[in-house]
């Protein structure tokens, strides 16, 4: 540690990726930043990569440290001191290693690792008395944590008083008027003004929760993107740079996104080797971390219907079974013989144009379901571990900064701000009037992917769950029936009141009997 250094206002354990990036952009808000890696040539070479010079005359910069009582020593009390290791075991390694190296019980140790959010309730309690522990989602991956991220804090309410400051320089911000982010900061030059993208989500878990539901939500918007992608690949026999045009296009209107924009980009983009299209020589076997399988998970335990994002989890695990595809791309026919499915029958033309609006209206609808689904999650997550959610509030951090932001978020924040309690989504007039006008080209084009024999799980299973939650009377009354019948599980009755439950007597008379 350099002994001349004045002491820093804030600490930063773990310089990888995320916590590198977190770092600098923090200095770069005026804040001294206390930085130390297990590995220590880690922080050595990041520290001397970084001189002063790098935050201009921001008045931040970085404090080196090669020990943590080192760091210790280095940090303002009561400290404040931001963990970015890997998700997991590591993270009470650190808080351990913390307390043993003289930490005290009003420092605040923030988790802004992808931790599951049962963990984060489990050492909120776990370290209490020793340390203030903190749950703090961070998205935007590198960039975001350089330039902006969207922050989804989560644990005791005076922490955060402490922390805000902090918060909200550094993180992504929204022009007010027009909802978009703003993206003109540079090293040493940070945006100024500007709505931030954090804001308290509850205690304990709710900040990792919200980040868990956040990822969850992504895999859902990257898997419709996906298939609209598969779709005008196989039934237009469009070329990947005609369709990253397409996407270009479709970034300027309704679904404006980032992911829809790296879409494009990643579309126009060559293989330096082969000069052949680069999604073109990328193997189609995703990989995952995990997040959007705790909210699939999480989904299923408390039988949240939040089927798109689930189905994009799945999606993953089918690609990476590669292999097994490959040989029964051989083995199993799809309509028609063509083998793997596909379509001989290209529109083009105006046809062509056509087909390519309703491929965009099929996405859109389905982005609306992922995130009804997503907020929906959070809605029973929040009756059952006991949080109070601004959904609000959520949409609006989550419009700048993230992997998921998007033109879109300025209309769910704006729904729940009509109606915070708003049931679901789909029920809120602006969504509500969209997918009515735009229903019949997501009908048409999931048709036309069943004919076709092209696998859309996510634009589907959106259908499929617009269309249950539309529906008065499903056959659930005959499931009951079936449950009742087999297991004597009891079914309550449209004539009687909620609650009042009945089983008839199937192998016997068939009498019925109210049951208590
Ligand atoms: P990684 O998740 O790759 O973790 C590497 C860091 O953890 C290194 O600094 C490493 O130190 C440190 N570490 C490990 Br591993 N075990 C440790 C231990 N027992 N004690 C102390 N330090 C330990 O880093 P990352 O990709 O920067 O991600 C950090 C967190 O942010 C993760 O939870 C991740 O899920 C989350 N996140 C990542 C992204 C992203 O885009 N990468 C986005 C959003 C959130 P070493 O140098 O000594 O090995």
Partial sequence: MNNDAPPADVGLIGLAVMGRNLA??????????????????????????????????????????????????????????????????AVDTVCNALIDAGLSPDDIVIDGGNSLWTDTIRREKDYRGRLIFFGSGVSGGEVGARFGPSLMPGGDENAWTRLKPIWESISAKVDPDTGKPMENASPGKPVSGGEPCTTYIGPNGAGHYVKMVHN?????????????????????????????????????????????????????????????PIVDVILDAAGMKGTGTWTAIN????????????????????????????????????????????????????AGEQFIATVHDALYCAKICAYAQGFQLMSAAQV?????????????????????????????????????????????????????????????????????????????????????????????????????????HTYERVDEERGKVFHLDWSGDRSEAEMS
Avoid at 66 to 80: D, M, Q, V, Y
Avoid at 231 to 256: H, K, Q, Y
Avoid at 302 to 324: C, H, N, Q, W, Y
């Fill in 384 to 488: 059952e571990y006991d949080w109070k959610f601004n959904f609000g509030e959520i949409a609006r951090i989550w419009r700048g900064g993230c992997i998921i932001r998007a033109r879109f978020l300025q209309k769910i924040t704006e729904a729940y701000q009509r109606a915070p309690n708003l049931d679901n989504l789909l029920l809120d007039d602006y969504f509500r009037a969209r997918i009515e006008a735009a229903q019949s080209g997501w009908r048409q084009v999931v048709a036309h992917a069943a004919l076709s024999g092209i696998p859309t799980p996510a634009f589907a299973s959106a259908l499929a769950y617009y269309d249950s939650y539309r529906t008065e009377t499903l056959p659930a009354n005959l499931l009951q029936a079936m449950r009742d019948f087999f297991g004597a």
């Fill in 216 to 276: 969850g939500i992504e895999y859902a918007d990257m898997q419709l993107i996906c298939e609209a992608y598969q779709i005008l690949r196989t039934s237009c026999g469009m070329t990947p740079v005609e369709i990253g045009d397409v996407f270009s296009t479709w970034n300027e209107g309704d679904l404006d996104s980032y992911l829809m924009e790296i879409t494009a980009d990643i579309l126009k983009q060559g293989d330096p080797t082969t000069g052949k």
């Fill in 24 to 89: 600098l952009n923090i200095a770069d808000h005026g804040y001294q930043v206390a930085a130390y890696n297990r590995t220590a040539s880690v922080t050595d070479e990041f520290v001397s990569d970084n001189p002063p010079e790098v935050f201009g005359d921001t008045g931040g910069g970085l404090v080196p440290c090669s020990t943590l009582e080192g760091f210790i020593a280095a940090l303002k009390t009561p400290r404040i001191i931001i963990v970015l290791v890997k998700a997991g075991p």
């Fill in 299 to 350: 989904a299923l335990n408390l039988a949240v219907p939040a089927a798109t994002i689930t189905e994009a989890v799945f999606a993953r695990g089918m690609s990476a079974l590669k292999d097994e595809r490959v040989k029964a791309s051989k083995i199993l026919a799809g309509p028609e013989g063509i083998p793997g499915g596909g379509s001989n029958d290209q529109p083009s033309g105006d």
